[in-house]
């Protein structure tokens, strides 16, 4: 076995989206900050309504997903076809973009705290013009492993293999086989596991301090860490406990041009993209439910 090691660490950065909601920005906060195919992490917390009750009004998508994972609050998502729904605390929301959406997602609260993330995951250039697709995901339908020392690990995205078993997430059978796990340690408990060689992987310490990989790098609060390859990781809290995002998935390795919303192959696809969103035809088919394969 390869142990993974912290190879770089991004701290997140201070931004604003949509109609002007405060976050942190980590991958993406430039487009040298990528880690294929993950294209942008944001994570948004506050307690302060005047930082998120603009939200995220009507705005286009076009060649990569959108993950939304709820810690707390409730977001409403609209779509062009007319699809609604309610995120509250755990859920998630996982959004094929693909060749055209246009969306809102909107706080349904005036008051309390909204915190959560949003991660952009790219598509390959033969998934990025396929009709649009989402899946909302309850918190109740994802499954938290229980490990050794307390460890808890949701399992959103992939299959955790642990001494236990085997324990499948709701999302399967993507083409970049994408791993989201949401790993909760106790105060110095440790968590082991695989990722495959030649995956991509990173972390994000959203409470608390982790320690990575034999040699126990720090990877300070909201900070993310992008991993060497190997085959294992290995998450150590410190005195405080952690909570740490682990995302894994298989690069795609092709030309990335973005602007804004739109994430295409090349600068013609890009310019095609805002003539279609111009002229509406950016949506003209129907959004569709996402359709799970089964873990394998």
Same mark, same amino acid.
């Given at each position: 076995m390869t142990p993974r090691t912290l190879a770089r660490v991004i701290p997140s950065?201070?931004?604003?989206?949509?109609?002007?909601?405060?976050?942190?920005?980590?991958l993406g906060a430039s487009q040298l900050q990528r880690h294929d195919?993950?294209?942008?992490?944001?994570?948004? *917390?506050?307690?302060?309504?005047d930082d998120y009750l603009a939200g995220f009004p009507s705005h286009p998508h076009?060649? *990569?997903?959108?993950?939304?994972?709820?810690?707390d609050g409730h977001m409403r998502h609209e779509d062009s076809s007319g699809n609604r729904g309610d995120l509250g605390p755990g859920d998630v929301q996982w959004m094929s973009a693909a060749r055209g959406i246009i969306h809102s997602e909107m706080p349904q609260q005036t008051e309390g705290r909204m915190r959560g993330f949003q991660l952009w995951l790219n598509l390959p250039a033969a998934e990025k013009m396929k009709p649009? $697709?989402?899946?909302?995901?309850?918190? !109740?339908?994802?499954?938290?492993a229980e490990l050794a020392g307390g460890v808890k690990v949701k399992v959103i995205a992939g299959t955790l293999e642990h001494g236990g078993g085997k324990t499948a997430g709701p999302m399967q059978g993507l083409s970049t086989d994408a791993r989201y796990l949401d790993v909760h340690l106790p105060p110095r408990a440790a968590f082991e596991t695989g990722v495959p060689a030649?995956?991509? $992987?990173?972390?994000?310490?959203y409470? !608390?301090?982790? *320690?990575?990989g034999p040699d126990r790098k720090q990877l300070a609060h909201r900070a993310a860490g992008l991993l060497s390859d190997g085959d294992t990781v290995r998450i150590e809290a410190g005195d405080a406990g952690a909570r740490v995002l682990l995302l894994a998935g298989k690069p795609i390795r092709e030309p990335i041009v973005q602007y804004?919303? *739109?994430?295409?192959?090349?600068?013609?696809?890009?310019?095609?993209?805002? $003539?279609?969103?111009?002229?509406? $035809?950016?949506?003209?088919e129907q959004v569709r439910r996402i359709k799970v394969a089964a873990p394998g």
């Open positions: 950065i201070a931004a604003s989206d949509g109609a002007g909601v405060k976050l942190r920005r980590s195919p993950f294209l942008m992490l944001d994570e948004f *917390f506050s307690d302060d309504p076009r060649g *990569f997903e959108t993950v939304t994972y709820m810690l649009a $697709a989402y899946r909302d995901i309850p918190s !109740g339908e994802i499954p938290v030649g995956y991509n $992987a990173f972390l994000y310490a409470e !608390g301090e982790a *320690f990575v804004g919303p *739109f994430v295409m192959n090349t600068r013609e696809e890009i310019e095609q993209a805002i $003539a279609d969103y111009q002229s509406g $035809a950016l949506t003209k």
